[in-house]
């Protein structure tokens, strides 16, 4: 097991715009073990991906600032450290995966230039042994005939072929974490069991650890170990995966869940796909009290008014919730 302990305190992240400073990420805090798969799930909008760009020092400064907070790793505070020290870091103890493999491979440069680069930044291998490495590492990844694909361009390259790309940039250098951000998206079904299968091996074969960011449940509830729930910014829910979508206890964990559909579930015109009514309220018009009072099948008079604070509710629990973990 790969020592790679990761500790997010406080953290919050706010953009500045024509409408004034907007709060993105609002005082979020979590920690990966070594190991371990961690979930963080919900709606487009919600902070996922802000959070997890921040833990490389990857927003946009400006519009973007890290307002407060701090990212250990290995006890190392990353948002302390020069860039120069950052950058050692970035690619080989901590990797990422963009959601958009189209936009975060550079059309202009072929896979060999982009599957080497940070061989050759955080390693001594010559010239030819990094090109030997990288036609193992899309090997590895089940890319065919990966030394002629080395020589091809990303758009030479089907959207499933161009995520394992991806996929295998990151593990080039054994990170001892990889930041998956919606690995799957805009793949058809049997393309992202794959990529799923593949990072689970991955993980397996090296003990590294994974940040997942998703918005699907079902690929949740088979790999992850824990899962957290952001809304509007903020944590609403977190525990074991398993546990937390048996008995989910905020109304908004409850209504993802039911959002879902379920394997052989036949509809008619008498039964629908349960929704969540109405959608992520914008940055800059989040309303007072619990941001999701709006949508809330449960509301009470004090959610309109008064925050809720994630409390400990049982072993590995948390909540943010009036309700106290009993949503309807």
Not at 29 to 50: F, N, R
């Amino acid at each position: 097991m790969v020592d790679s302990d990761l500790r997010v305190e406080n953290l919050k992240v706010t953009f500045s715009g024509r409408n004034g400073e907007l709060t993105a990420v609002d005082g979020i805090s979590y920690h990966l073990d070594a190991g371990e798969i961690l979930a963080i799930v919900g709606e487009s909008g919600c902070g996922k991906t802000v959070g997890a760009l921040s833990i490389l020092r990857l927003i946009p400064e400006p519009p973007g600032k890290i307002a407060q907070g701090s990212i250990t790793f290995n006890s190392r505070d990353l948002l302390q450290l020069p860039q120069r020290e950052l950058q050692k870091i970035r690619g080989n103890d901590i990797a990422m995966i963009f959601q958009d493999p189209m936009t975060s491979l550079n059309p202009v440069l072929t896979l060999g230039d982009q599957m080497m680069e940070p061989i050759l930044r955080h390693s001594r291998l010559t010239q030819k042994e990094a090109w030997q490495k990288a036609v193992e590492v899309l090997r590895s990844v089940e890319i065919p005939s990966p030394a002629e694909k080395m020589n091809q361009y990303p758009h030479q390259l089907s959207g499933g072929m161009r995520q394992r790309v991806m996929i295998g940039m990151a593990l080039t250098c054994s990170p001892k974490i990889l930041i998956a951000d919606e690995p799957t998206t805009a793949l058809d079904v049997l393309i992202q069991a794959q990529i799923m299968d593949l990072l689970q091996q991955s993980k397996e074969q090296t003990g590294m650890s994974i940040l997942l960011i998703t918005h699907d449940l079902g690929m949740v509830t088979e790999i992850a170990q824990r899962v957290i729930v952001m809304y509007a910014g903020k944590i609403v829910e977190s525990g074991p995966a398993k546990e937390l979508f048996q008995t989910p206890l905020h109304p908004y964990t409850l209504g993802l869940k039911n959002s879902v559909p379920k394997l052989g579930q036949k509809l008619g015109t008498s039964k629908r796909l349960v929704e969540i009514s109405g959608n992520v309220p914008s940055l800059n018009l989040l309303p007072s009290g619990c941001a999701f009072h709006p949508r809330c099948p449960s509301v009470m008079e004090r959610c309109k008014t008064e925050t809720p604070v994630l409390k400990k509710v049982g072993p590995g629990r948390e909540v943010s919730c009036w309700l106290e973990g009993n949503p309807t």
